[in-house]
């Protein structure tokens, strides 16, 4: 009894030695294929032939009376049906690939003929029982072709060495996946540097107006301050000059300058705006020239008398005044809302460490996936090993 001897393979020929075995193979297979390919494209032409002069041939009419017109429906059906699926058989290919590509489609059509077969040739094998052994042989011969060519893909060898070249194929594509799962970690991981200097950066500007926010709040203090007696000065004014708005009203109906009718209904509308931007005093002089037609009451047209001469007599001038300067520094008051940016900066800072926190993730995420990979790199190869010793007899080497 012969044995073959054990060839031997260093772990770092392996790759090569299985692409070289696999395209020993593949050279074997489709070098074969040939002489099958050319016996499919020998029983298509034949299968046409046969065809081509069937469409001639009819039925005895007396011998088939029951069945004649079947018959003659059944023929045209089926030469129809299979002459344009043989139509279909394709013979040519490049590679490997597109001799497999070539073989399922052969096992199609081969199944579309012997369906149009059983779905039309019922009666014409007893009409055409001759011509239908002659059509038989011609079809038996095409699938014993198609299923020697799918005997020589499916071949033990072949597919054992074409699983080890797939294998080494994947474990590239892992390789690569790794490769570029390293890349995409280290982008991240500058990321994550560029948005810590930023936090950084934040926590510094932070502090610094953290350490002003004293100051500032003294300032918004004064402000507040500024405003309150600003306020005062105004209300004041208006409780002198608010109280004759019933009076102005009055007024206006009886005076008939419109001039003077335009700043009495100013006078109604922004009683303080419109004293302070008032230096003659025309609406207060007309209401005591008019003040019988304005009030018949003689206890409140005195009353009113008093408040008109209390301001014609200048007894607000040193309130305007005070409102004039209240409202030029309250004006000029700038006050930064540090507030609102100390909290932005607290929200900008909380959203950087969460995007860090978030890429970390992915890092680990990215990092769990390459020693996943690596596993099974580390396992293929294992099975690699074990495959070229059980299958083909080869020792590998460290």
């Known amino acids: 009894m012969l044995f073959r001897s054990q060839e031997k393979v260093k772990k770092e020929e392996i790759e090569n030695w299985i692409k070289r075995r696999y395209d020993s193979e593949i050279e074997k297979i489709l070098r ?10 020998e029983s298509k032409q034949r299968i046409k032939n046969f065809l081509n002069e069937f469409k001639f041939l009819s039925p005895d009419e007396r011998i088939f009376k029951k069945i004649y017109k079947i018959a003659l429906s059944s023929q045209d059906k089926f030469i129809n049906s299979i002459l344009l699926t043989v ?50 042989k011609f079809l038996k011969d095409l699938g014993e072709n198609i299923e020697k060519l799918g005997n020589l893909l499916k071949n033990p060898d ?24 390293k890349i995409k970690t280290e982008k991240i991981k500058k990321d994550i540097e560029k948005k810590k200097k930023e936090i950084e950066s934040k926590k510094k500007e ?14 918004l203090e004064e402000y507040e301050e500024l405003k309150k007696q600003f306020k005062k000065i105004e209300n004041e004014i208006y409780n002198k000059i608010a109280p004759l708005k019933r009076e102005m009203r009055k007024l206006e109906k009886i005076v008939t300058d419109k001039k003077l009718k335009k700043q009495i209904q100013e006078y109604i509308e922004f009683p303080v705006k419109t ?31 008093k408040l008109v001469k209390y301001i014609l007599n200048g007894n607000l001038e040193e309130k305007k005044r005070e409102y004039t300067e209240y409202k030029e520094k309250v004006d000029s008051f700038v006050i930064e809302k540090k507030e609102t ?12 460490e969460s995007e860090i926190t978030k890429e970390n993730e992915k890092i680990r995420n990215l990092e769990t996936k390459n020693d996943q990979l690596r596993e099974e790199i580390l396992e293929t190869e294992k099975d690699i090993i074990e495959a070229l010793k059980r299958d083909f007899n080869v020792k590998v080497q460290e």
């Open 87 to 136: 139509e279909k058989i394709n013979t040519e290919y490049e590679d490997i690939d597109s001799l497999k590509e070539q073989y399922e489609n052969l096992m199609e059509i081969l199944a579309s003929i012997q369906k149009y077969v059983g779905m039309h040739g019922r009666y014409l094998m007893i009409v055409y029982e001759k011509e239908m052994r002659l059509f038989t």
């Open 275 to 305: 004293f302070l931007n008032d230096s003659e005093l025309t609406v207060f002089h007309e209401s005591i020239s008019n003040i019988e037609k304005i009030e018949s009451n003689p206890h409140k047209r005195e009353k009113i008398m």
């Open 341 to 352: 940016k100390n909290d932005l900066l607290k929200r900008e800072i909380d959203n950087l």
């Open 206 to 219: 932070l502090l610094e107006m953290q350490k002003r926010m004293k100051d500032e709040r003294e300032k």
């Open 32 to 41: 074969d294929s040939k002489k099958y390919m050319g016996k499919i494209e």
């Open 158 to 181: 072949f597919v054992k060495i074409e699983n080890l070249r797939r294998t080494i194929l994947e474990n590239e594509s892992r390789k690569k996946e790794i490769k570029e799962n």
